[in-house]
T-cell receptor, first 112, second 115 residues
C-alpha cells in the first residue's frame, strides 16, 4: 500500500551505461516530479509532469529523459552515465501542481 | 528566483527540551509551505503543510507557523525525544512560470536529541 514507490532502491553502475529508475504512485495524483539530492543533501527539482505532460525541465542535461506512460507512472531514464550523476533521486507526487507533495523513499545511484 | 534558508544548520539538545527551527524565504508569493523530516538514508516524510492563507498548523508535538509577508516560518517541537533526531527540511511552493509550480527546498537543519 506504498503511496509513492521507486525501484530500484540502490543502483550501482559503470560510467557510460544507460539506466532507468521507475516510479509509481497509487494516490490518484495528477502531478509527478523527479528531484535530485546531491552529496551535500540539497534537494533540487529536475522534472515535473502534470497529466503526462512535461511542465518543468530545470536545466537538466538531455542525457536525462523522463517518460510518463500514464498518470500514475513517471520513469527516469539516464543515458551515458557520468560520475557526477551519483546522487539520490527522489520521485514525488501531488494532487494538483499547487498541493502538498508525497515523496518516495529514493533511489541511491552510484556511478563507478 | 526563490531562495530558502534554514537556521541553524545543526542543533543538538538534551531530551525533553522545546526547540524552534527557522526557515526564511525570499519570495512571499507562495501557495504553501511544507515541513519534511528525513532520516539518514531514508526518504522524506511530510510533517506539516501550511497553505498561504493559514498562520499555523499543528500535529501532535509539532507546530508550524507561517508569516508570508515577512517570508518566515518556524517549526516548534515540544518535549523533544531521541526519536526526533533527523534532518528537518523546509520547502516553499510557488509559481515558477509557464503553468508550472515548484517546491524549493532549504538545506535543512540536522537535529540531534541527546538522551
Amino acid at each position: 500500500d506504498t503511496a509513492v514507490s521507486q525501484t530500484p532502491k540502490y543502483l550501482v553502475t559503470q560510467m557510460g551505461n544507460d539506466k532507468s529508475i521507475k516510479c509509481e504512485q497509487n494516490l490518484g495524483h495528477d502531478t509527478m516530479y523527479w528531484y535530485k539530492q546531491d552529496s551535500k543533501k540539497f534537494l533540487k527539482i529536475m522534472f515535473s509532469y502534470n497529466n503526462k505532460e512535461l511542465i518543468i525541465n530545470e536545466t537538466v542535461p538531455n542525457r536525462f529523459s523522463p517518460k510518463s506512460p500514464d498518470k500514475a507512472h513517471l520513469n527516469l531514464h539516464i543515458n551515458s552515465l557520468e560520475l557526477g550523476d551519483s546522487a539520490v533521486y527522489f520521485c514525488a507526487s501531488s494532487r494538483t501542481p499547487d498541493a502538498g507533495y508525497t515523496f518516495g523513499s529514493g533511489t541511491r545511484l552510484t556511478v563507478v | 528566483k526563490q531562495e530558502v534558508t534554514q537556521i541553524p544548520a545543526a542543533l543538538s539538545v538534551p531530551e525533553g527540551e522545546n526547540l524552534v527551527l527557522n526557515c526564511s524565504f525570499t519570495d512571499s508569493a507562495i501557495y504553501n509551505l511544507q515541513w519534511f523530516r528525513q532520516d539518514p538514508g531514508k526518504g522524506l516524510t511530510s510533517l506539516l503543510l501550511i497553505q498561504s492563507s493559514q498562520r499555523e498548523q499543528t500535529s501532535g508535538r509539532l507546530n508550524a507557523s507561517l508569516d508570508k509577508s515577512s517570508g518566515r516560518s518556524t517549526l516548534y517541537i515540544a518535549a523533544s525525544q531521541p526519536g526526533d533526531s533527523a534532518t528537518y527540511l523546509c520547502a516553499v511552493h510557488g509559481y515558477s512560470g509557464a503553468g508550472s509550480y515548484q517546491l524549493t527546498f532549504g538545506k535543512g537543519t540536522k537535529l540531534s536529541v541527546i538522551p
